[in-house]
Nanobody, 124 residues
């Protein structure tokens, strides 16, 4: 079992960058695939990016391809989301979560151990 703690959110102007971090507790972090999600008010939680346990495989939702990069450091039990070229439609609470195994398509319902999230704001 792992638990997550996200950080790195904040207010950034359109076109700017942020780097989100998700630190996991527990000894089995390196056995889980990890995903970054976001949820805006009134909208469903959506999967943005995911990375397999070894980091060999990654997935990106179309709206963030070329702008966001997911990475992980298993020694530090941390997964990152580098967000560049932020847009006014990107504001949301961003979450990380863990999943056993890697099989496309990935579904949010297959992820667990959700953190509290970190708020990202991009003024329009």
């Amino acid at each position: 079992q792992v638990q997550m703690a996200e950080s790195g959110g904040g207010l950034v102007q359109a076109g700017g960058s942020l780097r989100l971090s998700c630190v996991a507790s527990g000894r089995t972090f390196s056995t889980y695939a990890m995903g970054w999600f976001r949820q805006a008010p009134g909208k469903e939680r959506e999967l943005l990016a995911a990375i397999s346990a070894t980091g060999r495989n990654t997935y990106y939702e179309d709206s963030v391809k070329g702008r966001f990069t997911i990475s992980r450091d298993n020694a530090e039990k941390t997964v990152y989301l580098q967000m560049n070229s932020l847009k006014p439609e990107d504001p949301a609470v961003y979450f990380c979560a863990a999943r056993r195994g890697w099989a496309l398509p990935l579904r949010p319902s297959e992820f667990g151990s959700w953190g509290q999230g970190t708020q990202v704001t991009v003024p329009s």
